[in-house]
Every structure is written in structure tokens, then in C-alpha cells.
């Protein structure tokens, strides 16, 4: 089985709740799903489409949940961070290299940062599968855990979705008195 979908199976169960039977695609186990699909976001689009729902969006709430579920289960992956321009600052990372495992025999995605101001920070990011949307979400929610709300630009490089530049924005906040 494809190491990637048993965190995806597990979202879709719990997203709809094992009750929905709106699609083939939910009744099929993690190792039916790897047997006929290479990669998430393959049955996340085939899902999108059957539901009538937009599949960025569910791409992206896949990145969140993958955020989550790490850092629920393993915090001291965060290292010493306390920003997220801090925790993608450094490639070592314990997070950064956790998302790493399930590549596999795939080149693992590599986040490189091309500029880095105290509110503003730029990402190259590179991986073998077309994943820039889920990371989009895994990087929004990477902000909102820290406590800080990203403004997140994705420029995609020749068209590809597994090689984009991604601008990061902390927002200031504004609160009434």
C-alpha cells in the first residue's frame, strides 16, 4: 500500500463521516485506493468531481489535515520553533523531514527559501507529485497553529504543480478597543 493513503483514507472517513455513500470512492479501503490510484491527490480530484465540489479546495483540506494529524500526534516535531517562518527557515526540521518518509522511491518535496523578511517570506517548493495545493493548505494551517494568519500567493514555475513559489504574508491583525 501507498504510504500517503492512510492519512488520506482516514480524512475521508472522518470528513464524511463513513455515512456517505455519494461515491464509490468512499467505500474503497486504503489498499483498493493505492491498487488504483498513484497519488491523493488523483482520487481527491476523481472524488471532486463525482461530488460536484471544487477539488483545490479539497486538496487543500487534505494539507490541513495533514498538518494537524502530525502535530497532534508528534508536537515536539515543531523543534524549538515559534513561528512558521521559522520552522520552514530551517531544512532539519523535524516536521520537514517527517513529511519526507512517505516519498518512498519518490523524490521527497524540498522547501527553499529565496527571501525571508520579519512579515514575508518566499518558498521554492519541489516535489516528485503534483501536491502544490495540499501544501498550500498544510502551510495555511501551519500559520493559523502558530497564531498567525497567512496571506499565501502560489506561483506556479513552467506550469507544474510540483514546483511552485509560494509568498507568505503574516497579516496584521486589527482589533477594535
Do not use: W
Amino acid at each position: 500500500m501507498k504510504p500517503m493513503m492512510r492519512p488520506l483514507y482516514t480524512m475521508l472517513q472522518q470528513k464524511f463521516d463513513g455515512t456517505c455513500e455519494c461515491s464509490q470512492l468512499l467505500t474503497l479501503t486504503p489498499v483498493q485506493l493505492s491498487d488504483h490510484f498513484n497519488n491523493p491527490v488523483q482520487v481527491l480530484d476523481q472524488l471532486a468531481h463525482e461530488l460536484k465540489v471544487d477539488s483545490v479546495s479539497l486538496q487543500q483540506y487534505f494539507g490541513q489535515y495533514l498538518f494537524l494529524n502530525i502535530v497532534t500526534q508528534h508536537p515536539e516535531y515543531l523543534g524549538q520553533s515559534t513561528s512558521s517562518f521559522e520552522l520552514f527557515f530551517d531544512p532539519n526540521t523535524p516536521l520537514l523531514l517527517e513529511i519526507a518518509k512517505p516519498y518512498q522511491d519518490k523524490t521527497p518535496p524540498r522547501f527553499t527559501v529565496l527571501q525571508c523578511q520579519p512579515n514575508q517570506m518566499v518558498l521554492d517548493y519541489k516535489s516528485s507529485l503534483p501536491f502544490a495545493h495540499v501544501c498550500h493548505g498544510f502551510l495555511k494551517t501551519c500559520g493559523l497553529y502558530f497564531g498567525e494568519t497567512l496571506s499565501i500567493h502560489q506561483q506556479l514555475i513552467d506550469g507544474a504543480l510540483n514546483h511552485v513559489h509560494f509568498t507568505l504574508t503574516k497579516m496584521q491583525s486589527h482589533e477594535s478597543k
